[in-house]
């Protein structure tokens, strides 16, 4: 698809030299000189506008060349109006050549010219001059502007409000407003003439015109709306399609709520529809006389007394009436099946975005809204579909006293299990709830407890999803969740590769005959370990923080861990880990973090075997342990039976060196009278005791078959940690002391089986010599080595006696700096 | 609105750095976000932010096709339905800022070394998007040949010029139903024919 004649098309546009680029304009401007512009000059027009366009820097265009250029912009032949259009697009109008848009007349400007004019505008200023005079357009009548133009009007406004909302003016919103209700309820309900040529609009009527037709086939017998077919479209039926397509953003810019509505004002709105409502007259038709009578419009109210943007609002709830209503038909084609969801989407976003500006609606609406939802929620195939609906049922539910459980069931519960694997309805979901988690955390109180389910959509696309999680993942940790929240997150490549199990077993025959088949698939489906993956695949919370036999269950899944899309889950883990402890430590107490604590110490060991998964998930343990001792030191108690076990088992020295370090070290500094008073000197020589066992260990023989030797960190962290404990019990000052000079005799010049690099055993030695003679005087060993928090923050600008000379001497450089 | 709609290679290309796209086509709707700048720099920062785009949908691209596991069918021109049919797609998450000034999602189609593209304001119907942006693809596959060898895509970029002016005039995503996307491809066809 892409060829090397592309790739060497663009080098040479980008690569062009100055000298040949100036000959071929001025060739250019010769062609365009000619009477007639055929073939050559449009190829030329092609290549100018690939070599501006292929590199990001500009290029100007001679001005005689850009004068032909604008010129050419009004062209007859439509493809001189996209080249020229295209080519001015990519270089800057000469200057004092800028466009004057208080001057420009849209009615002579065809789509190409409009979008570069509008692609061109600097200041805002711009935009309200060109909009005032489209807008002009727009009042004229029918006849005097060429038809064609009116058609790209709307889309052009829309472009233009979505950045320049103040461009309007209310005159020009009230204009529009009421030219969008004809268009959208007052358009022609029979079908236009020549269909054949392609043509847009009616010619002169030769035979009696046919009524619109629905999707199914059937006669039409309500107004036209995006659903309706004919052999061909008169134009207001155009508009009345481009209406549509810009009424939702047209709702939400001009018609939103201002935050300050109280609840009296509400309650007078309500007073007045429903008292509007009560009166059953017809709707006054505008210029189009049809006599259908229309169902949705028999029931609605009376909308002649209503103000322009009110009616419109009215309108566009009769609009997305019809649309739900005419959904229900069975379309012939595909397109015009998928067209009707769209519009099903459509139609309950202005439903809500008008139920929203007035709360009267929402009864009116709410019976079709349910109907909905009863047709829809069985078929998975319209679930985008109901996302709208619990938008709805979000912000409106309350009002109507509806119960809403149903549809939580279906967004927390069915959709994440079954449609976990959909990209579109993943980012649909979890934008729903990123926009409204507020309301949700507070309506929908089982939202937490469906955890397991949401992180199904992370497991199987990480790299998609990752960015909505770092959004919602704070909301989802909550004291009642947290541990199984941990263990749900480390296990999450697990799920990842039991999701891929279940949709190939889903897939795949029961047993496939002379095919390899994979052993983890036929774990999946075998009844005794079956259960293990069911625990993963589990919808909600609640039912156990994690399983007895997860090493199983990681051993089943061996074959998992080079697939693709497990690393790429594994990926994510820790940047979720890290998150989670951010979280945690602001919602939890000391007992649940000291329960964090021995989750991270027991899964240290049971982890997911992906090379480096291990490693990183260790590094984001020790720095959370720091962390959390930090924060609370008293911690170190609550486990300290475990975090010595841990710390006592030399094993661990190897295989799990970095967390090992950092426990180390926290028991070192925080196992003190001064962290905890419960801390006993009995506490204290039984750590000290295993940390030495260890120590000895390591120093006296080379490292087990297949492990490193332990890095000097691991070391110097033990003699650290074992010289802060004696400093606080004197009694074992005498064994540590023993300990170090042994040390510095035994390696003095002789190479040792458990170091092998010199640089290390040196640096390892001094750590030692340092420690020893700082034990030598007790009484200031401890407060070298444990200092006390007063001195290690510092605090000098606080103190009187030390801030005021620091404070005159600043004072002094200031004054002296002014006079220079 | 769809802000930009675009199609960019989503393979290695030699030129380029491992991560890079090259840009074959981009139509941005619409005036610029930016006011306080030249117009040189308004387009230098439309250029880069494209860029940005293209990048971020080319990472997604390979990260799909590598956990899917599925192989590349090399296609011939004639089986443009297939190559749609067989198409990656994905939505990409873009944060207010990084580049846009607000949030997009940006949905993609992959198909083969190429990637549509088309950038969409936050509050936009998707499921219409969905079904544009396979509509456009298909169109650009037929008309322009771009399952074969040629680099029409390059010289003949004025057709998608025409084809997003009747089906994403001035970004504006629309509502038709067959016989009113019938009478737009019609038209269309009438200008591909010239």
């Given at each position: 698809m892409?060829s090397?004649?592309?790739?060497?098309?663009?080098?040479?546009?980008?690569?062009i030299?100055?000298?040949?680029?100036?000959k071929?304009?001025?060739r250019?401007v010769?062609?365009?000189q000619?009477?007639?512009?055929?073939?050559?000059?449009?190829?030329?027009?092609?290549r100018?506008y690939?070599?501006?366009s292929?590199?990001?820097y500009?290029?100007m265009?001679?001005?005689?060349?850009?004068?032909?250029?604008?010129?050419?912009?009004l062209?007859?032949s439509?493809?001189?109006?996209v080249?020229?259009?295209?080519?001015?697009?990519?270089?800057?109008?000469?200057?004092?050549?800028?466009?004057?848009?208080?001057?420009?007349?849209p009615?002579?400007?065809?789509?190409?010219a409009?979008?570069l004019?509008?692609?061109?505008?600097?200041?805002r200023?711009?935009?309200?001059?060109?909009?005032a005079?489209?807008?002009?357009c727009?009042?004229?009548?029918?006849?005097e502007?060429?038809a064609h133009?009116l058609?790209y009007?709307?889309?052009?406004?829309?472009?233009?409000?979505?950045?320049?909302p103040?461009?309007?003016?209310?005159?020009?919103?009230?204009?529009?407003?009421?030219?969008?209700?004809?268009w959208?309820?007052?358009a022609?309900?029979?079908?236009?003439g020549?269909a054949?040529?392609?043509?847009?609009?009616?010619?002169?009527r030769s035979?009696?015109?046919?009524?619109?037709?629905?999707?199914d086939?059937?006669?039409?017998?309500?107004?036209?709306?995006?659903l309706c077919?004919?052999?061909?479209?008169?134009?207001?039926?155009?508009?009345?399609?481009?209406?549509?397509s810009?009424l939702?953003?047209?709702?939400?810019?001009?018609?939103?709520?201002?935050?300050?509505?109280?609840t009296?004002?509400a309650?007078?709105?309500?007073?007045?529809?429903?008292?509007?409502?009560?009166?059953f007259?017809?709707?006054?038709?505008s210029?189009?006389?049809g006599?259908?009578?229309?169902?949705?419009?028999?029931t609605s109210s009376?909308?002649?007394?209503?103000?322009?943007?009110?009616r419109l609002?009215?309108?566009?709830?009769?609009y997305?009436?019809?649309?739900?209503e005419q959904s229900?038909?069975k379309?012939?084609?595909?397109?015009?099946?998928?067209?009707?969801k769209a519009?099903l989407?459509?139609?309950?976003?202005?439903?809500?975005c008008?139920?929203?500006?007035?709360?009267s609606?929402?009864?009116?609406?709410?019976?079709?809204?349910?109907a909905?939802?009863?047709?829809?929620s069985?078929?998975?195939?319209?679930?985008?579909?109901?996302?709208p609906?619990?938008?709805?049922?979000?912000?409106h539910?309350?009002?109507?006293?509806?119960?809403?459980?149903?549809?939580?069931?279906?967004?927390?519960?069915?959709?994440?299990?079954?449609?976990?694997?959909?990209p579109?309805?993943a980012h649909?979901?979890?934008?729903?709830?990123?926009?409204?988690?507020?309301?949700?955390?507070?309506?929908v109180?089982?939202?937490?407890?469906?955890?397991?389910?949401?992180l199904?959509?992370?497991?199987?696309?990480?790299?998609?999803v990752v960015?909505?999680?770092?959004?919602?993942?704070?909301?989802?940790?909550?004291p009642?969740t947290t541990?199984?929240l941990?263990h749900?997150l480390?296990d999450?490549?697990?799920l990842?590769?039991?999701?891929?199990?279940q949709?190939?077993s889903?897939?795949?025959?029961?047993?496939?005959?002379g095919s390899?088949?994979?052993?983890c698939?036929?774990?999946?489906?075998?009844?005794?370990?079956?259960?293990?993956?069911?625990?993963?695949?589990?919808?909600?919370?609640?039912?156990?923080?994690t399983?007895?036999?997860?090493?199983?269950?990681?051993?089943?899944?061996?074959?998992?861990?080079?697939?693709?899309?497990?690393?790429?889950?594994?990926?994510?883990?820790?940047?979720?880990?890290?998150?989670?402890?951010?979280t945690?430590v602001?919602?939890a107490?000391e007992?649940?973090?000291?329960?964090?604590?021995?989750?991270?110490?027991e899964?240290?060991?049971?982890?997911?075997?992906?090379?480096?998964y291990i490693?990183?998930?260790?590094?984001?343990?020790s720095c959370?342990?720091l962390?959390?001792?930090?924060l609370?030191p008293?911690?170190?108690?609550?486990q300290?039976?475990e975090?010595?076990e841990f710390?006592?088992?030399t094993?661990?020295v190897?295989?799990?060196?970095e967390?090992?370090?950092?426990?180390v070290?926290?028991?070192?500094?925080?196992?003190?009278?001064?962290?905890?008073?419960?801390?006993?000197?009995?506490?204290i020589?039984?750590c000290f005791e295993a940390?030495?066992?260890?120590?000895?260990?390591i120093?006296?023989?080379?490292?087990?078959?297949?492990?490193?030797?332990?890095?000097?960190?691991?070391?110097?962290?033990?003699?650290?940690?074992?010289a802060k404990?004696a400093?606080?019990?004197?009694?074992?000052?005498?064994?540590?002391?023993?300990?170090?000079?042994?040390?510095?005799?035994?390696t003095?010049?002789?190479s040792v089986?458990?170091?092998s690099?010199?640089?290390?055993?040196?640096?390892i030695?001094?750590?030692g010599?340092?420690?020893w003679?700082?034990?030598?005087?007790p009484?200031?060993?401890q407060?070298?080595?444990?200092?006390?928090?007063?001195?290690?923050?510092p605090?000098?600008?606080?103190d009187?006696?030390?801030?005021m000379?620091l404070?005159l001497?600043?004072?002094?450089i200031?004054?002296?700096?002014?006079?220079? | 609105?769809?802000?930009?709609?675009?199609i960019?290679?989503v393979?290695?290309?030699?030129?380029l750095s491992?991560g890079?796209?090259?840009?074959?086509?981009?139509r941005?709707f619409?005036p610029?976000?930016?006011s306080?700048?030249?117009?040189?720099?308004?387009?230098?920062?439309q250029?880069?932010?494209?860029?940005?785009?293209?990048?971020?949908?080319?990472?997604?691209?390979?990260?799909?096709r590598?956990?899917?596991?599925?192989?590349?069918?090399?296609?011939?021109p004639?089986d443009?339905?297939?190559?749609?049919?067989?198409a990656d797609?994905?939505?990409?998450?873009?944060r207010?800022?990084?580049p846009?000034s607000?949030?997009?999602?940006?949905l993609?189609?992959?198909?083969?070394?190429?990637?549509?593209?088309?950038?969409?304001?936050?509050?936009?119907?998707?499921?219409?998007?969905?079904?544009t942006?396979?509509?456009?693809?298909?169109?650009?596959?037929?008309h322009?040949?771009?399952?074969g060898?040629?680099?029409e895509?390059?010289?003949?970029?004025?057709?998608?010029d025409?084809l997003?002016s009747?089906?994403?005039?001035?970004?504006q995503?629309?509502?038709?139903?067959?016989?009113?996307?019938?009478t737009?491809?019609?038209?269309?066809a009438?200008y591909?024919?010239?």
């Amino acid at each position: 698809m892409y060829s090397h004649s592309s790739e060497s098309l663009i080098q040479q546009a980008r690569e062009i030299q100055e000298p040949e680029l100036q000959k071929f304009y001025s060739r250019l401007v010769k062609l365009l000189q000619g009477k007639e512009l055929g073939h050559e000059t449009v190829d030329s027009l092609q290549r100018l506008y690939l070599i501006l366009s292929a590199t990001k820097y500009t290029r100007m265009l001679p001005s005689d060349l850009q004068k032909r250029l604008r010129s050419l912009l009004l062209s007859q032949s439509e493809q001189l109006q996209v080249l020229s259009a295209a080519v001015l697009r990519e270089t800057l109008p000469l200057s004092g050549q800028e466009p004057n848009y208080n001057q420009e007349n849209p009615a002579q400007l065809n789509s190409h010219a409009t979008a570069l004019l509008i692609s061109q505008a600097v200041t805002r200023t711009d935009l309200s001059f060109f909009c005032a005079q489209l807008l002009r357009c727009l009042e004229g009548r029918p006849s005097e502007s060429p038809a064609h133009s009116l058609l790209y009007i709307l889309p052009v406004l829309n472009t233009i409000l979505t950045h320049n909302p103040k461009c309007l003016t209310e005159d020009h919103v009230t204009l529009v407003s009421k030219k969008l209700v004809d268009w959208l309820r007052y358009a022609s309900i029979v079908q236009g003439g020549g269909a054949s040529s392609g043509r847009f609009f009616t010619g002169p009527r030769s035979r009696q015109p046919l009524p619109i037709a629905e999707l199914d086939g059937t006669v039409s017998g309500d107004f036209f709306t995006v659903l309706c077919v004919g052999q061909g479209f008169t134009e207001d039926q155009w508009m009345n399609v481009y209406s549509f397509s810009m009424l939702r953003h047209w709702l939400l810019t001009y018609h939103s709520v201002s935050n300050g509505n109280t609840t009296v004002d509400a309650a007078n709105r309500l007073q007045l529809s429903l008292s509007l409502s009560l009166s059953f007259s017809n709707d006054d038709r505008s210029e189009v006389d049809g006599s259908v009578v229309s169902m949705v419009s028999a029931t609605s109210s009376s909308s002649r007394v209503l103000p322009p943007k009110e009616r419109l609002r009215e309108k566009a709830f009769q609009y997305c009436q019809r649309l739900i209503e005419q959904s229900n038909r069975k379309a012939h084609k595909k397109t015009d099946t998928e067209l009707q969801k769209a519009c099903l989407v459509e139609a309950v976003y202005i439903l809500d975005c008008v139920c929203v500006e007035d709360a009267s609606l929402v009864y009116r609406t709410f019976p079709s809204i349910k109907a909905l939802f009863g047709r829809l929620s069985s078929d998975l195939l319209y679930a985008r579909v109901l996302l709208p609906i619990a938008q709805f049922c979000l912000n409106h539910g309350e009002l109507a006293a509806v119960d809403c459980d149903s549809m939580w069931k279906l967004v927390f519960g069915r959709f994440p299990a079954e449609l976990f694997s959909d990209p579109f309805l993943a980012h649909e979901l979890l934008r729903f709830l990123r926009l409204n988690l507020e309301n949700i955390q507070l309506r929908v109180s089982q939202y937490t407890h469906f955890f397991p389910n949401l992180l199904k959509f992370l497991a199987w696309d990480s790299p998609a999803v990752v960015d909505d999680f770092v959004d919602l993942l704070p909301s989802l940790v909550t004291p009642g969740t947290t541990v199984e929240l941990l263990h749900t997150l480390l296990d999450l490549p697990c799920l990842s590769a039991t999701l891929v199990l279940q949709l190939r077993s889903a897939c795949l025959p029961i047993s496939e005959p002379g095919s390899r088949s994979l052993a983890c698939l036929d774990a999946f489906r075998h009844s005794s370990s079956r259960g293990l993956f069911l625990f993963l695949l589990r919808g909600e919370a609640g039912s156990g923080d994690t399983i007895e036999r997860l090493d199983d269950l990681h051993k089943l899944l061996a074959e998992a861990a080079d697939w693709p899309r497990v690393i790429h889950c594994a990926q994510t883990v820790p940047v979720l880990l890290h998150i989670f402890f951010n979280t945690v430590v602001m919602v939890a107490d000391e007992t649940l973090l000291a329960h964090l604590i021995l989750v991270m110490l027991e899964r240290s060991s049971l982890l997911f075997n992906i090379p480096t998964y291990i490693k990183e998930i260790h590094r984001v343990f020790s720095c959370h342990l720091l962390r959390l001792c930090k924060l609370h030191p008293s911690l170190i108690m609550y486990q300290s039976h475990e975090l010595l076990e841990f710390a006592g088992t030399t094993a661990n020295v190897y295989t799990k060196e970095e967390l090992y370090t950092h426990v180390v070290w926290v028991l070192g500094e925080y196992l003190s009278v001064s962290c905890d008073s419960r801390c006993s000197v009995r506490l204290i020589t039984s750590c000290f005791e295993a940390l030495e066992a260890v120590l000895f260990e390591i120093t006296s023989s080379a490292p087990p078959p297949g492990a490193t030797c332990p890095a000097p960190r691991a070391i110097n962290a033990l003699m650290s940690a074992l010289a802060k404990l004696a400093s606080r019990s004197h009694d074992l000052i005498p064994r540590v002391s023993l300990f170090l000079s042994k040390l510095r005799t035994l390696t003095r010049g002789r190479s040792v089986p458990w170091c092998s690099d010199e640089e290390d055993l040196v640096a390892i030695v001094t750590r030692g010599e340092e420690l020893w003679s700082l034990l030598k005087t007790p009484s200031i060993a401890q407060s070298v080595l444990t200092p006390p928090p007063h001195v290690i923050t510092p605090q000098s600008h606080r103190d009187n006696n030390v801030a005021m000379p620091l404070g005159l001497r600043t004072l002094s450089i200031l004054a002296q700096s002014q006079r220079h | 609105m769809v802000r930009c709609f675009l199609i960019h290679t989503v393979c290695p290309v030699s030129a380029l750095s491992a991560g890079e796209s090259r840009v074959l086509y981009s139509r941005v709707f619409g005036p610029d976000e930016e006011s306080e700048r030249t117009p040189e720099e308004r387009r230098l920062l439309q250029k880069e932010k494209i860029a940005a785009v293209a990048r971020q949908v080319r990472s997604a691209v390979s990260l799909t096709r590598e956990a899917s596991g599925r192989v590349l069918v090399e296609l011939v021109p004639g089986d443009e339905a297939l190559a749609l049919q067989d198409a990656d797609s994905g939505v990409v998450r873009l944060r207010a800022g990084d580049p846009f000034s607000e949030e997009m999602s940006v949905l993609w189609l992959g198909v083969q070394s190429l990637g549509f593209t088309m950038v969409c304001e936050p509050h936009e119907n998707l499921l219409l998007a969905e079904g544009t942006l396979r509509n456009l693809t298909r169109h650009c596959l037929e008309h322009l040949h771009m399952l074969g060898q040629g680099s029409e895509v390059l010289l003949r970029s004025t057709r998608i010029d025409v084809l997003l002016s009747r089906l994403l005039p001035h970004g504006q995503l629309l509502f038709l139903n067959h016989r009113f996307a019938q009478t737009l491809e019609k038209d269309v066809a009438a200008y591909m024919a010239m």
